[in-house]
């Protein structure tokens, strides 16, 4: 009797580690929530880049590759008709989330809501400007409570009262007209290639 109940124990201890593994291995290969991946390819136009997750999954304790994700839609700070962007190039890292359920109706327009794909890796987004280390021009940022925008040596602080723009190039204002209310103040010489109008000598 004794050596019954202590197998049955057994089975009911292996019936539940094999649930686990189960669940386990479900989880593992099926439910994705967000990982770091690498640009490997851009359709500049339809806006969409192919992915490569950066690190790897298991299955049956079998340590897998991921897959190369296609057409992903990147998440940008930007509108129908406005947008303030950075250059995305192949080789960049982004945040990849997967969403809780299909995004192919809301990118294809239709009605075709596929609400059985939950947190699939072909139902991702990407996020440009994930960073592993530190952003001088976001220390610079932090340390001067100012919007930094900087691209090589060129580059724009925006304090809530002033505006500063440094640039070792050309700074081109292409326009029909500029017009200033209030004093301007130059340092340097001025050249004007066309009439000035009301143009003094500085005095």
């Given at each position: 009797?004794?050596?019954?109940?202590?197998r049955g124990e057994e089975m009911i201890q292996e019936l539940v580690?094999?649930?686990?593994?189960?669940?386990?291995?479900?989880?593992?290969?099926?439910?994705?929530?967000?990982?770091?991946?690498?640009?490997?390819?851009?359709?500049?136009?339809?806006?969409?880049?192919?992915?490569?997750?950066?690190?790897?999954?298991?299955?049956?304790?079998?340590?897998?590759?991921?897959?190369?994700?296609?057409?992903?839609?990147?998440?940008?700070?930007a509108g129908k008709e406005c947008a303030c962007v950075s250059p995305i190039k192949k080789g960049d890292t982004v945040m990849?989330?997967?969403?809780?359920?299909?995004?192919?109706?809301?990118?294809?327009?239709?009605?075709?809501?596929?609400?059985?794909?939950?947190?699939?890796?072909?139902?991702?987004?990407?996020?440009?400007?994930?960073?592993?280390?530190?952003?001088?021009?976001?220390?610079?940022?932090?340390?001067?409570?100012?919007?930094?925008?900087?691209?090589?040596?060129?580059?724009?602080?925006?304090?809530?009262?002033?505006?500063?723009?440094?640039?070792?190039?050309?700074?081109?204002?292409?326009?029909?007209?500029?017009?200033?209310?209030?004093?301007?103040?130059?340092?340097?010489?001025?050249?004007?290639?066309?009439?000035?109008?009301?143009?003094?000598?500085?005095?």
């Amino acid at each position: 009797m004794y050596r019954t109940a202590y197998r049955g124990e057994e089975m009911i201890q292996e019936l539940v580690e094999q649930i686990e593994n189960t669940i386990k291995d479900v989880i593992n290969s099926s439910l994705h929530t967000s990982m770091p991946a690498k640009i490997v390819s851009i359709d500049e136009k339809k806006g969409l880049v192919d992915l490569q997750p950066l690190g790897s999954y298991y299955v049956n304790g079998v340590e897998l590759e991921y897959p190369i994700v296609p057409a992903v839609p990147l998440v940008l700070n930007a509108g129908k008709e406005c947008a303030c962007v950075s250059p995305i190039k192949k080789g960049d890292t982004v945040m990849m989330t997967c969403a809780e359920q299909s995004v192919s109706s809301w990118l294809t327009d239709t009605s075709n809501d596929q609400m059985d794909e939950r947190f699939e890796l072909q139902n991702a987004m990407a996020v440009p400007g994930l960073q592993k280390g530190a952003v001088e021009a976001q220390k610079e940022a932090n340390k001067d409570g100012a919007i930094v925008i900087k691209n090589s040596n060129a580059k724009v602080k925006i304090w809530k009262d002033k505006i500063e723009v440094t640039s070792g190039c050309k700074i081109v204002i292409e326009e029909d007209s500029v017009t200033i209310h209030g004093n301007l103040h130059v340092n340097g010489d001025i050249t004007c290639t066309g009439s000035f109008p009301g143009g003094g000598d500085g005095s």
